[in-house]
């Protein structure tokens, strides 16, 4: 089977580490396929190849846009690809092959203040209503953002299969402090801290973290709070908050932060907060523990699916509730160190392989489902 994999957006920090880490992982796991690598113009290198027959074809074809639903169908029937996956939720509209599409939630859908613009929110509906038709099979990377699915777009179950994402094996724990002080001073950060890594939108809940950490000063603890990931203009607005919760020394805005410097990073960090009101799935949890950082986790949506047991958790509209447990977590060694035990027997439950042979078993589902509509036509 010949296979494609979209890819144009695999430079970006959150779905590209999703394209980038599933797809190698199909390329080792199945090198008997031929593979086809659709990349953007400076993406040759973001992916490592290991199988034999994989050709890298790079586009500037823009994502959303009349361009690609002229120009995908086109180079697919070129390559003669058997079977497109679209690890975002984009299809071309005219297929000349098999399709999988990966939908990761509908947080557009569900939570209205991440993208303000009407027309926008029609254009995400109608794109993601229109994959779900068109898609042979639909994969989501968990049980909650399955049932979103269903409840918003009134997709049919039996046509999407959860499959749980893995972590990338570059969050580990850095034993030698020698390898986290270069990146925790390159951030100047000089105490303990409580991170939080997540780009700036409504539902990540910032401004509930900062009320939570003034909650937790005012409960006598010394730390430093740090949010790191893109944030823009939302900058502004977090140290305006800080300043009039009176918190502003004690807040650390890194920005965006290179994944070279991530896993020290986290590694440095006394505990990891996730205050967010909405995930389909919630990697930067699992980040964490693969680091060896305890979790204070929201009870939101798909968060304590993916935590499992290894997090305490709390109301992360409750500030004073989310204090206390950042407060416990920071203060007591001993749950700490029972949570990040906790932490790693958790993240065995998540692997790239084990999700690379659910992949590859719902491709050879969609090449059957569609050589049979080819014989019904």
């Not at 004690?250 to 990891?272: H, N, Q, T």
């Not at 996730?274 to 930067?284: D, M």
């Not at 447990?325 to 990040?340: D, H, M, T």
Request: proline content about 6%; glycine content about 6%; overall charge positive.
């Amino acid at each position: 089977m010949r296979i494609a994999f979209d890819l144009r957006r695999i430079k970006n920090p959150g779905i590209g580490r999703y394209m980038k880490c599933l797809a190698e992982a199909v390329l080792a796991q199945a090198p008997e396929h031929e593979y086809l690598l659709i990349l953007p113009p400076d993406g040759e290198h973001a992916i490592l190849v290991r199988a034999n027959h994989t050709e890298r074809l790079l586009t500037s074809v823009p994502y959303y846009s009349v361009r690609e639903q002229v120009v995908l169908p086109r180079i697919l029937r070129r390559h003669k690809v058997d079977m497109l996956h679209s690890p975002h939720f984009n299809l071309p509209l005219f297929r000349p092959c098999s399709t999988v599409v990966t939908i990761h939630d509908v947080i557009y859908l569900a939570c209205k203040d991440d993208l303000p613009s009407q027309l926008g929110r029609l254009y995400y509906r109608g794109m993601m209503a229109a994959s779900i038709r068109l898609a042979d099979r639909i994969l989501t990377d968990s049980e909650f953002s399955k049932n979103d699915i269903v409840r918003f777009l009134h997709a049919d179950p039996e046509k999407i299969e959860v499959i749980y994402p893995g972590v990338d094996p570059k969050f580990q724990c850095l034993a030698e402090r020698a390898k986290i002080e270069p990146v925790l001073s390159r951030y100047r950060i000089d105490e303990d801290y409580i991170l939080y890594m997540g780009i700036y939108k409504p539902r990540k809940n910032h401004a509930g973290l900062l009320r939570a950490f003034r909650e937790f000063l005012r409960n006598g603890q010394q730390a430093k709070l740090v949010i790191a990931g893109p944030i823009g203009d939302g900058e502004a607005e977090l140290r305006e908050l800080a300043n009039q919760l009176g918190i502003a020394r004690k807040l650390i805005i890194p920005g965006f932060v290179p994944d070279s410097d991530l896993p020290a990073l986290y590694c440095g960090a006394r505990l990891y907060a996730c205050p967010s009101l909405y995930e389909g799935f919630g990697f930067t949890v699992l980040e964490a523990m693969a680091c060896g950082v305890p979790v204070v986790c929201s009870t939101a949506t798909s968060l304590p699916e993916v935590a499992g047991d290894a997090a305490v958790y709390a109301d992360p509209q409750n500030p004073r509730e989310f204090a206390g447990a950042l407060s416990r977590v920071f203060c007591n060694a001993g749950l700490r160190g029972q949570l990040i035990e906790l932490g790693h027997k958790n993240c065995a439950r998540f692997s790239w392989e084990s999700a690379a042979r659910s992949a590859l078993a719902a491709y050879q589902h969609a090449a059957g489902l569609s050589m049979e509509k080819a014989v019904c036509a």
